[in-house]
């Protein structure tokens, strides 16, 4: 799975073979395809368990109320992409069309969801608010963001600040009164200091 992974942050997705692949895993080309069926399934399970381990290392670091939460959820997820950036841009248009396979759903499912949840549970969100369709939103946000910042122009510095605006923007007409407030200061805050456009061109 890292060699997957490796292999698609190194030639990108599109340039990757089957035949690459099985020899990375020193397996023959027909195993591969006998266990996973395609490419594409494939590199989703390197994706997966890619994702399984940063939910657990989120895990520990997530204390707070529900918006607290969410917004260290989006912070900590900017840190991965940042970390591995080769690979985050390779992989960004796969997110777009086929999240389900590429588990990006249960991600959001196992943490975003969770977060809204508990912000229901905490009245920081109207009861009315439905969890499963605002959690949905949220990743299909975030995915364009990933997808503004692969195709530069958004600036490594500014992904995270435009990922908790899309994050904001989503909660902001879903919050009582009691932490509007709060989030329409961070959202103005944000705003004050961001800025699109591409990265700038390195001299010489």
């Given at each position: ?5 490796d292999?698609?942050a ?12 099985a ?19 494939v590199?989703?399970?390197?994706v997966?368990?890619?994702l399984?381990?940063?939910i ?16 260290t ?9 940042l970390?591995?950036?080769?690979l985050?841009?390779?992989?960004a ?27 229901k ?11 499963d ?29 435009f ?5 904001l ?6 919050a ?13 805050r944000?705003q ?13």
């Amino acid at each position: 799975m890292k060699a997957t992974l490796d292999l698609v942050a190194e030639r990108g997705y599109d340039a990757v073979t089957v035949d690459e692949l099985a020899a990375a895993g020193l397996v023959t080309k027909k195993t591969l395809y006998d266990i996973y069926g395609s490419k594409q399934a494939v590199v989703a399970q390197a994706v997966a368990l890619r994702l399984d381990m940063l939910i657990e290392s989120f895990g520990e670091q997530l204390e707070g109320d529900g918006l607290t939460r969410l917004l260290t959820i989006v912070r900590k997820t900017c840190e991965a992409v940042l970390q591995t950036p080769e690979l985050s841009r390779a992989l960004a248009p796969r997110l777009v069309s086929s999240a389900e396979e590429f588990h990006l759903t249960a991600f959001f499912e196992r943490l975003h969801r969770r977060a809204i949840i508990l912000m229901k549970a905490e009245r920081q969100v109207h009861a009315w608010v439905d969890v499963d369709f605002t959690a949905r939103s949220m990743m299909f946000d975030q995915i364009a963001v990933q997808n503004m910042w692969a195709g530069r122009n958004i600036r490594d510095d500014q992904y995270p600040g435009f990922a908790l605006l899309g994050a904001l923007r989503i909660v902001t007409p879903l919050a009582r009164a009691t932490v509007r407030k709060e989030i329409v200061e961070e959202v103005r805050r944000l705003q004050a200091g961001l800025s699109f456009g591409p990265e700038p061109a390195a001299d010489g």
